[in-house]
């Protein structure tokens, strides 16, 4: 509690408190007798629905009324229990923690000062018909976060209110009892945001609606732009007010929003558990959650096996490594598709190159050019298609199929070609299935040994020939009869010549794209590795989607009214394509640090650039530059590791220095990683994260240290679920999260030696809230600063 407030004003605080409780305990009781009552007449409405229900045999259309009238009367039972038990549901999941904030309000022109209390639902004592508390979400409640004491404006339906506001309060009250209270100025205070800062990660992200800065209060009530893109400097509640802002929406919206039409995109199921405390804590039903490889894994049928980010994170680790270490062996490019000797370092080390290469420039606007201009041509040639039939014959022929797309059909746009042919498959396949069926009839009837009545014959010959057409049906309904990938391998075999083709412009910050000959090299590449190893890139995955979704037409989820992008700066721009196309009638929050920008598989390189992908919508850029998830000393030597980077300030709060150990042996390393996690352990840390750069010194760690530390868990691609504890994580992984400690376990030359590793060394520096420790073998990482 302040030292500078009155003891009056403390007790009245406290006593404000009890009433309010005792209304909510008042509401509480009422509602439960309210639920018990709805549910006895209920079960005494089904026990009885036939003892209330008129059967005329006259007049049927009475007796229809009076069986109508008894399941309205059992529907209207129904919703005032389910409407009460929602209702009882919030007063006991908030009569803890009742409300957080108080303001004074004097509208302009009006002498009475209006005295609001400020929480998570809203309040009302029916008895002395007074409002208790407003919800946070009231046009009102926006001066709370939006002012200092003085003059002040809101905005509502009805127009622009203005006034004086003579007093802002904030209280921490924790199991029905007030524990502090602050005065604070423009900002919510820092006594109260120290207050919820220092304490330990909890299991799950928290609401921080109690604590809602101006710059974030901005974002959540944000409902004038299609578009929202948010840069947050990591640990500047990005992600917190996004799911704040979904909550404003529903509530503000609430007659034509619900909650299963918004979908969060987040960088993987971990994290989606880790933000799905968010929403029901604020009263809302949670929204539909995903990844954008979930996608990519629903929508592509195809014979390749699909790369997903992570396994791509890691080949590019092991391919950069490579090729940093093979650089003197071959300091040009020139890559041949002939098979590579096992001990040729120039040759490994060219192959090398062009792997990183083609991951980078894959995901370019460059190259969205480059395959718009391959589609584009499809409408002169190049369409390859799959023949349809039995197993035993060819009923459908590839030159059947060519000769309408490009004859017959040809005044038609691609996407109508291609519409048009499959109802012209689907008709000739009928016909034929039809002449089948009288061929089998005929058959029968010449086989003197079966003995059967014609239409037991006819059955029959239906039978045999229906189980071929279904499977050539099924086939043509999802385009089965287009050759998909044969045509991606195509154009990644005529790929220099596709670049000559298109003459992309690169005025979108694309600095490094490879050059025709390069580019040719990049297509060979690919299309040996797709024919010889069936697995489709990471890189690849995107562009082939978006080829066939330009060729058939772009799927689209109409009735979706939001979606949220977490970790926006890696999507690239096919993807980005893929998601507007996909929502056509939805509006986007897109958040992202391109601090974090840790993927090779990126190249949308600045909120400017998300932007230009939504130039036919109404976008607003936002950038929140405060840090509040670690402290001064954590976040002032993160933002050193990238000078040139977006721009971070540092919450004042201190903590201790990061640390750097260095050890001579891997042994030595071991040692000190299990030093550190039992200091931690003693002083009462309540998450602590062991992050390694990859997936395998990942996993031996997590053997070294979990049977000293039998509690400990590691984190893969695979896991779903996040709780408080020690973990093992491979660096890509930790995005997103938070641990009171962190622990590079491998912060050295060797591991993060090259420019490419700034920014992902950066990302797991700033997992941290409280304590850094960083442990190199042999030489510390030159990226890191000095201590």
Known sequence: MSNDMLETDRLQEVSKLRYVLDVMERHINHLQQTSEEQQHEIVEMKRNFWDGVSLDQDDMFESYVSVMQQAQDLANHERVQAHAGKLLQK?????????????????????????LYIGLMSLTDDQADTHLVYD??????????????????????????????????????????????????????????????????????????????????????????DVLIVQGAAGSGKTSAAM???????????????????????????????????????????????????????????????????????????????????????????????????????????????????????????????????????????????????????IVTQEMMAEQFYGELADWTLTGRLHK???????????????????????????????????????????????????????????????????????????????????????????????????????????????????????????????IERAQGFHTFNHIRH?????????????????????????????????????????????EMVQQMFKERKTNIVRLTKSYRSTKNITEYAQRIVPDGEPAQAFNRSGSAPRLYVVETKEERLATAVKLLLELERTGAGSVALITKDEATSAYLFELLHKQFPNIRQVTKFTRQFAAGYWVMPSYLAKGLEFDAVIIFDADQTSYGNETDRKLLYTVCTRALHELHCIALNEPSSLLPSL
């Open 244 to 394: 704040q802002r979904i909550a404003y929406l529903l509530y503000k919206y609430r007659n034509s929003i619900r909650s299963e039409q918004v979908v969060l995109f987040s960088p993987n199921d971990l994290f989606n558990d880790y933000v799905s405390n968010i929403l029901p804590e604020l009263g809302e039903a949670n929204m539909s959650q995903t990844t954008f490889h979930n996608y990519l894994e629903h929508r592509l049928h195809t014979r390749w096996q699909l790369e997903d980010l992570y396994d791509q994170a890691e080949r590019m680790m092991r391919t950069s490594a490579q090729a940093a270490a093979l650089q003197a062996a071959a300091p040009s490019i020139e890559y041949s598709p002939a098979p590579m000797k096992s001990d040729d370092p120039a040759a490994a080390s060219v192959t090398a190159r062009v792997e990183l290469a083609s991951a980078r420039w894959k995901a370019s606007f460059d190259f969205m050019q480059v395959m718009d201009r391959y589609i584009d041509h499809l409408t002169q040639k190049g369409m390859q298609f799959v023949a349809l039939g039995t197993p035993k014959r060819t």
């Open 421 to 547: 042919l499959q109802e012209w498959v689907n008709q000739y396949v009928k016909r034929w299935a039809k002449a089948e069926e009288q061929r089998v009839y005929n058959k029968l009837l010449k086989k003197n040994q079966y003995i059967g009545t014609e239409q037991e014959m006819r059955d029959i010959s239906r039978k045999q020939v229906r189980k071929w057409v279904q499977r050539m049906r099924r086939q043509i309904r999802v385009f089965g009869f287009v050759d998909w990938e044969s045509m991606y391998v195509s154009c990644m075999q005529q790929l220099g010549h596709w670049v000559t083709e298109a003459q992309p412009a690169r005025a979108m910050g694309d600095n490094d794209l490879p050059d025709t000959k390069l580019a040719a090299q990049i297509g060979l590449y690919t299309a040996k590795r797709l024919t010889e190893q069936g697995i489709l890139p990471f890189e690849d995955t995107s562009p082939f989607l978006y080829l």
């Open 136 to 225: 946070w979400r009231t046009p009102i409640a926006s001066l709370f976060y939006d002012y200092a004491a003085g003059p002040v404006q809101y905005r509502t339906p009805a127009g622009l209110i203005t006034g004086e506001m003579p007093m802002k309060r904030q209280f921490v009250i924790r199991s029905g009892r007030l524990e502090a209270v602050f005065d604070t100025g423009i900002q919510i205070g820092d006594d109260m945001l120290q207050e919820m800062l220092t304490k330990s990660s909890d299991t799950k992200m928290r609401s921080i609606v109690s604590t809602i800065q101006q710059e974030q209060n901005a974002i959540i009530r944000d409902d004038s732009h």
């Open 563 to 607: 979606v949220v992008i977490d970790e926006a700066q890696d999507y690239s721009p096919f993807q980005y394509e893929l998601l507007n196309r996909l929502f056509p009638r939805s509006r986007f929050t897109i958040l992202g640090d391109w601090n974090q920008a840790i993927y090779e598989a990126n190249r949308v390189n600045s909120v």
């Open 91 to 115: 007063l006991n999941q908030h009569k803890d923690s009742p409300y957080f904030g108080r303001i004074q309000f004097r509208e302009d022109g009006d002498d009475e000062t209006l005295d």
